[in-house]
């Protein structure tokens, strides 16, 4: 069936210093959507990627779609406190089922 | 609008005890589901909806039962909890275009589930 790996697990950054998370799917996506989940809190939707090399940009995120449409990353520039969390990706296959990577826990050190 | 709302926020069960999770949303979605979440294991889909009657399985629909009488309400049941299914549960729902669910899912605040 189809899988969603993501990578890494854990990062610790300084604040300031660059993040990458990477998103990995067995079969190829119908769209990607990326989350974000604060401790404590629920997933909260950041962005959809639909079309095959993708790449979009909200201030300091930048989210990509591979040209086969099976990968995918979201990079935060110079992170801040507030990037504190867990990121999600999800991926959508040809069947309309939508599942999730295990997420990336970013910790942001002072 | 409140959103995607979930009753109860926190519930402790013993084992074999039964409890159903509701869900409502006041979006007109038409798309909605049920998640699991456990540490390190990310968000694991248990059952989802179309529409209004209609239910299907996801990746861990096992222990649970699901109904959609009315298009705003999903309800998570489980007949027999075990220690298995302690876990915080998420409702989400989206809208759909040209009858798929394309669009970004709306989460409602989870419900912490703690089976004895």
């Known amino acids: 069936g189809q899988q969603v790996m993501q990578i890494p697990q854990y990062q610790h950054v300084q604040e300031g210093e660059d993040f990458t998370t990477y998103c990995n799917s067995s079969t190829t996506l119908s769209n990607i959507q990326w989350y974000k989940q604060r401790p404590g809190g629920h997933p909260v939707f950041l962005i959809q990627l639909v079309k095959s090399g993708e790449v979009k940009k909200q201030k300091r995120l930048t989210f990509q779609f591979g040209e086969a449409k099976k990968n995918s990353s979201l990079h935060i520039t110079a992170t801040q406190t507030t990037d504190v969390g867990t990121y999600f990706c999800a991926g959508m296959g040809r069947d309309d089922k939508i599942i999730f990577g295990k997420g990336t826990r970013l910790h942001i050190l002072p | 609008n409140a959103g995607v709302t979930q009753t109860p926020k926190f519930r402790v069960l013993k084992t074999g005890q039964s409890m159903t999770l509701l869900c409502a949303q006041d979006?007109?979605?038409?798309?909605m589901y049920w998640y699991r979440q456990d540490p390190g294991m990310g968000l694991r889909l248990i059952h989802y909806?179309?529409?209004?009657?209609?239910?299907a399985k996801g990746e861990v629909p096992d222990g649970y039962n699901v109904s959609r009488l009315k298009k705003q309400n999903f309800l998570l049941g489980l007949e027999s909890a075990a220690p298995s299914q302690t876990s915080v549960y998420f409702c989400a729902s989206s809208y759909s275009v040209a009858g798929h669910s394309y669009n970004e899912q709306f989460f409602g605040p989870g419900t912490r589930l703690t089976v004895l």
């Open positions: 909806s179309v529409g209004e009657g209609t239910t």
């Open positions: 979006m007109n979605h038409e798309y």
